[in-house]
């Protein structure tokens, strides 16, 4: 049985246009669709996410799902709203990139089952390698007219006067190599649907312009918007650079955060396009969040459901736990447990001092600690007297001006937390 994929997309904010008769072609039975991923990385980010979503409904729906990592189109450069064409690559690096993609997909899609819609991933440079320049501009080219590609959006784009670069000749053919992988899915897979950002939109509809000439065959397209914030500022980046779904590059911790501040505005478009939750469950959230704004219970379903999905129900624990750290009444056990990547991601940007590991096995007076060996305040007396006040903490909990450092103090047996205040942290780093 399956539903209407098309309308799941509507409602949810993730259509932007589709070739008028998709709706009622993906209706009439069981049909395969395919979005390209660029291989360039060892790693999806949150960027592909949008596409691998609709994949995964497509899938929900019944439907086929076929994941193609563009390892052909990936050694030439995708012009599509891009001002400049991107590094190549060499066959290995994108065999190993392929790998490691498809072990991220099968958290969203699934590939090894025995159903009739079980997902599939190609890789376009398999059928792409064996195809000689010659072969290509007589087999291909000859298809599609010059006017037909100066037409399209993203070639106006870069060839207008105000573009500062012109357009390669490998970039202007790009669109006939991405049409091309359409019509090969076409023939070998019954793949009647592409989709993709709405950027992507020219080099679809070319696809469908080749599946038309040569076979006379009906493809279709379909794209989802390209996901915006509401401050300007551009999605999935931070100021360290992309937020990626390998946990080695973006700890889980990093990732919660990103969607956990995410503003309400953007976290209640969000929380429909990057979440499976149902129509009703979404729309009694979105109530709640607007009765009681200050609660963020859209950002934190959000950054709950989506760190699950991408990194397990542990790794979402732990980036509660971490996250409660700042903000809640943590103690020095759960500060303990906290393994060294994510305690630095925590108290990221805190003012640190390094400090010999022999003083700690001697035993450090807190005094010493707090000004003469790390000047994170001032003066003896000064440390004395916030002391005194009760006002310092070590690894979260207050310590009296009587209290010694030992290794037991040790978080990863190198760190220990001071803390001023409420808010006012240092790094003490011993080696």
């Known amino acids: 049985m399956h539903s209407n994929f098309v309308e799941e997309l ?94 991220q997909l099968s958290l969203f899609l699934d590939f090894d089952s025995d159903s009739a819609n079980a997902a599939k991933l190609v890789n376009n440079y398999d059928w792409m390698k064996g195809f000689s320049f010659l072969d ?5 080219g000859k298809h599609i007219t010059v006017n037909y590609m100066m037409a399209k959006d993203s070639v106006r784009k870069r ?14 053919t790009y ?46 397209a379909l794209t ?25 590059r973006t700890s889980p911790y990093k ?13 209640e478009k969000y929380i429909k396009i990057f979440t499976f939750l149902e129509r009703e469950e979404i729309e009694a959230l979105v109530t709640e969040q607007h009765n009681a704004p200050h609660l963020r219970v859209l950002q934190k379903k959000l950054a709950e459901e989506v760190t699950r999905m991408v990194h397990s129900a542990s790794e979402l624990e732990k980036a509660e736990k ?9 103690t020095s056990e759960e500060l303990k447990q906290l393994d060294e990547g994510t305690f630095l991601d925590v108290f990221e940007g805190v003012p640190q001092a390094k400090v010999s590991k022999s003083d700690i096995e001697e035993g450090l007076d807190m005094i010493g600690a707090l000004s003469a060996k790390t000047q994170f305040l ?24 009587e209290r010694i450092l030992t290794e037991k103090d040790l978080i990863n047996d190198k760190y220990v937390l001071l803390q001023r205040g409420k808010k006012n942290y240092f790094i003490m780093v011993v080696e």
């Open 378 to 401: 001032a003066s003896n007396g000064e440390a004395r007297r916030e002391l005194k006040q009760n006002a310092i903490s070590v690894n979260k909990e207050k310590v009296s001006p």
């Open 255 to 267: 990732f919660y955060q990103y969607w956990l501040n995410t503003s309400d505005e953007d976290a």
């Open 10 to 103: 509507r409602w949810r904010g993730m259509l932007h246009d589709a070739m008028p008769g998709t709706e009622e072609h993906l209706l009439s039975g069981i049909q395969s669709a395919y979005v390209g991923i660029d291989p360039t990385a060892d790693s999806l980010h949150i960027g592909h996410l949008v596409s691998v979503m609709m994949l995964r409904h497509f899938q929900l729906a019944g439907h086929k799902p076929i994941a193609l990592v563009g390892g052909a189109t990936g050694m030439i450069g995708d012009p599509s709203g891009k001002s400049a064409e991107r590094n190549l690559l060499d066959e290995t690096t994108l065999r190993s990139n392929e790998e490691a993609l498809k072990v």
């Open 159 to 172: 060839l207008s006067a105000d573009a500062k670069e012109g357009m390669s000749f490998t970039e202007f």
């Open 224 to 248: 989802c918007p390209l996901i915006t914030k509401a401050d300007g500022t551009k999605f999935g980046k931070t100021e360290s650079g992309n937020v990626w779904l390998d946990p080695h």
């Open 322 to 330: 971490a996250s409660a750290i700042l903000f809640g009444k943590s």
């Open 175 to 220: 669109q006939l190599v991405q049409g091309y992988d359409f019509l090969h899915l076409y023939r070998k897979h019954n793949c009647t649907l592409q989709m993709g950002g709405s950027d992507q939109w020219g080099n679809i509809t070319t696809g469908t312009e080749l599946i038309r000439r040569i076979e006379g065959g009906k493809g279709y």
């Open 136 to 140: 290509f501009i007589r087999d291909v």
